[in-house]
């Protein structure tokens, strides 16, 4: 076995007795409560899920095995000569909980390169898809083309005891993470540039410098890719693609399958699309100004009209953050540092030091901050990556990540078949009558 997986299987087994414990002796005990409103508004705040690869802290934000982002860029191993941590070094911290050294960075390294060797048959499947085609039904169905490769799937078919489920999902997993950047890639170079020939993968580059070499864009874009995947690697296993990654997985459905339905949720526009509204609302708010860099006051003005046509201002806000979101800070130091002086970052700069005093005054908004999505479009934008519906893609690739790591721990605890118990809509009412009764009051 590799150094990570030796370490993962360790990590296991001192896992185990903790949950078996919770079950056994303190399986009754009440940990939350539920209201009408969340099971009506989607389940929203329902402590009823288990992971231990990320949890949002509502003042921190997202905290990676107990590390804010801050202390996991700070920390975790970064390439000669790169800003940005290696994308393989955030992989072993969410699967073990360990800050990883540069021998073991480079253990995953190795590991990777190993498997990212795209199928013959994955590209056919690409190209066999029209030109129209929106790119992340090809991500998904390239995905799940590679469920023919599952190692989990032999291995249960030859009937592999319960507790080793982990060992081959472990595999899949590796084989899947280390091509989705080929995969994107190749997708992007015969969606947007047509007669080009795809730029194979290079074997002596990390997964975020790879990435920039397959899409033929110069530094310091390697470190934009490793930056962007390790932010968007992980949010809690509640979020939409997160928790329909780990739902389907509860099946034991493969880890092809199940990063496909992943894919799938986020392709929805309640969920992965914000970035791209963020980047709309900006080149239509830069053509109002005729292109050019509006007054604090008509910024002022452009935002309150916003707001008073029932409209919210496209970045601002988040479910659970009340403070601005640590990705977007990140991402806004990468970019007073690279991008300074690019015309959409100059409003993106200006809308964060105006937009939350309104907010505030609003009224209307619990988190007048920006989140994540103010500031990801911007950055590939300024980098040459402007088609739009490509960037849900992107952030494909690094929610993998994430994902995956809470699958091989699922199994590796043997977690359950998810299965909420559902009321009719008369059977609530009847509750609430109940609890509404005189004699209950």
Known sequence: MSGLKDKLAEKIELWRPRIKSLVEDYGDIVIDKVTVSQVIGGMRGIKSLITDISYLDPKEGIRYRGYTLQEVFRKLPKPGGAEIPYVEGLVYLLLTGDIPNDEEVADVFDEFKKRRILPRYVCEVIDAFPAKSHPMVIFSTAILTMARESFFNRKYNAGIPKN????????????LLAKLPSIAAYIYTKLYRKGQKPVPSSPDMDFGGNFAYMMGIDKPYDDVSRLHFIIHADHESGNVSAHTGHLVASSLSDIYLSISATINALAGPLH?????????????LREKMGNEMPTDDEMKQFVWDTLNSGQVIPGFGHAVLRKTDPRYTVQR????????????FKYVDKLYKIVPPILKEHGKAKNPWPNVDAQSGVIQWHYGVKEYEFYTVLFGIGRSIGVTANIIWDRALGYPLERPKSLTTSMLEQMVSTINSPENK
Not at 164 to 175: K, R, V
Not at 273 to 284: D, G
Not at 333 to 344: G, R
Request: aromatic share 14%; net charge negative.
């Open 272 to 284: 992965g699309l914000a970035n791209q509204e963020v980047l709309r609302w900006l080149h239509e």
């Open 164 to 175: 080793d489920f982990w060992e081959p999902t472990y595999e899949d997993a590796l084989n």
């Open 333 to 344: 130091e990468f970019s007073l540092k690279h991008l300074s002086e690019d015309p959409i």
